[in-house]
């Protein structure tokens, strides 16, 4: 496929199938983290009730970061999507009020504090906006392709060639 048609691509999703994948991969990056996490902690002390207290706390670790950071992708792709919808504009600002929701909302309800839900919504706001506003969503497109190889031939390659096979034989 050619690369210049891939960016077509990305509007063929509906708002809702955009917001699955955001949840969806907040899950697996929040299960990522959590196992990276659980290994920090120490492997709680062998009881009688508890079968592989190691394994089931970490999976327990696992489930909690990924359901957070699934909240967090789908509240914030949601939200984005629905300003991108009212506003008809694909900018920053629905990214930052996007990131602002989902830190506050789930952040904020997971610290138990206003203070917490303004500074973690703050924080991703900053973090989107600084993002999108260096990223390809305020991008003019020229239409021009950039490639990372150059898609010319060199005028010396076929010399060169041409020299090694008739030095074989």
Not at 77 to 100: C, P, S, T, W
């Amino acid at each position: 496929m050619d690369p210049s048609e891939l960016r077509y691509y990305e509007d063929d999703d509906t708002p809702t199938m955009k917001t699955m994948k955001g949840a969806t991969t907040g899950f697996v990056a929040g299960t990522i983290w959590g196992t990276i996490v659980a290994t920090w902690y120490d492997v709680p002390r062998v009881e009688r009730s508890v079968a592989l207290p190691g394994l089931v706390r970490t999976l327990k670790m696992m489930g909690n970061y990924g359901m957070t950071f699934a909240a967090i992708g789908g509240v914030y792709i949601g939200v984005e999507q629905l300003l991108q919808n009212y506003r008809m504009k694909r900018d920053f600002v629905n990214g930052a009020v996007g990131g602002f929701v989902a830190g506050a909302s789930i952040l904020g309800f997971k610290g138990r504090s206003i203070s917490t839900a303004i500074s973690a919504g703050t924080a991703l706001a900053v973090t989107s906006a600084v993002i999108d506003a260096g990223g390809q969503t305020t991008r003019i497109d020229t239409g021009k392709e950039y490639y990372p190889y150059t898609t010319k031939k060199r005028p010396g390659v076929e010399k060169a060639l041409s020299f090694q096979l008739n030095a074989r034989q």
